[in-house]
């Protein structure tokens, strides 16, 4: 049996079945570790799952049992992997776990904002319908999505997705390519410029790497239409939050969808108070369903692992 350590439990949430884990050791979970405790909480474990919280040399330097170290999501920037593997230490993520729950924080933001479902829950709210003259208000626009053109940034499952069910509401799917990127001919992509300029909406499902970091800043954002909506549901640093705050600020583009920050939990920013940026705290991946399938993911791998099958699914 293992010893197995849970380094931000809370992050799954208290709703999720552990058992799938639990049949291979002992669980030890902590709701959330600092970085100054990470190292001597993992020093005895055999096996480590982490959703965020950074482990590289220094956090295993003392672990001398630690084989194992399992990403509790899809993106790993959080550890080193170069570190761990000169040390034996195998690395393994989750993928497509989460590609219903984030597809679909994408679009109920998009409808929200193009049927200003919000906009009208706070007047009537505020008792403003009730004192219309006539049966319906119009105070905020509503537009179609039909014929409009979403642009797709990185094309892996969720984005695959996301083109399915926008192709459902008859829009127009573009996606952006990469320089010195090969591609299937049947994906039609876009330069930069072409692809900001046609977009409609641009919704973003890439990792964050030196290539995508600050993928979106002014130049971009002043590419787009004045009535383009970004959605962020990747990772905070492919977009620039200061050049984003002044491009909502001067109606450079209609509004922004962003689930994630630069900082998690984020400290104040201009940006929270304007109306429109709509916000959410990193849970388009979180729907009860995509965590329970990010469990058995785990389990999956450290199943793997114990069968000596670990190559097949660690990271590199």
């Known amino acids: 049996m293992y010893k ?40 005895d474990a055999d096996i480590v799952i982490s959703n965020k919280v950074f482990i590289g040399n220094n956090e295993v330097e003392n672990a001398k049992n630690l084989k194992l170290v399992c990403v509790a999501a899809t993106g790993y920037n959080n550890i080193d ?14 993928k497509g776990y989460s590609t219903q729950s984030v597809a ?43 014929g409009k053109v979403i642009g797709i940034i990185g094309h892996g499952s969720i984005g695959k997705k ?5 192709k459902a509401f008859d829009m127009k799917v573009i996606l952006l390519g990469f320089n010195n990127r090969k591609y299937p001919e049947s994906e039609h992509r876009y330069n930069k410029e072409e692809f900001f300029k046609k977009s409609d909406f ?19 954002l002043n590419m787009m239409k004045s009535s383009a909506i970004l959605i962020n549901t990747a990772r905070g640093p492919v977009v620039n939050t200061d050049d984003l705050y002044n491009a909502l600020k001067n ?15 984020p400290k104040n920013h201009p940006i929270f108070s304007l109306n429109n940026a709509y916000i959410t705290p990193h849970i388009a991946w979180a729907s009860f369903e995509s965590r329970q399938r990010l469990i058995a993911g785990i389990a999956y791998n450290i199943r793997c692992f114990i069968d000596g099958n670990i190559d097949e699914i660690r990271i590199r």
Not at 118 to 132: A, H, L, M, P, V
Not at 162 to 166: C, K, N, P, R, T
Not at 251 to 265: L, N, S
């Open 4 to 43: 197995i350590v849970i380094l931000d439990a809370d992050t799954l949430g208290d709703d999720i079945n552990l058992t799938e884990i639990e049949q291979f050791g002992e669980i030890t979970k902590y709701g959330t570790t600092s970085n100054e405790n990470t190292a001597n909480r993992i020093k």
């Open 81 to 94: 992997i170069k570190a761990l593997n000169s040390k034996n230490i195998a690395v393994t993520n989750v």
């Open 104 to 146: 679909q924080l994408v679009f109920a933001s998009i409808l929200n904002i193009y049927g200003s479902v919000s906009d009208y829950n706070t007047i009537i709210r505020k008792g403003e319908w009730q004192k219309s003259p006539t049966f319906n208000m119009l105070n905020f626009p509503i537009n179609d999505l039909e």
């Open 162 to 166: 996301v083109e399915q069910i926008a």
């Open 202 to 220: 641009v919704t973003i499902h890439c990792p964050l790497t030196t290539e995508t970091k600050n993928l979106i800043s002014a130049n971009e």
């Open 251 to 265: 109606k450079t583009i209609r509004a922004a969808v962003f689930d994630v920050f630069e900082q998690e939990p």
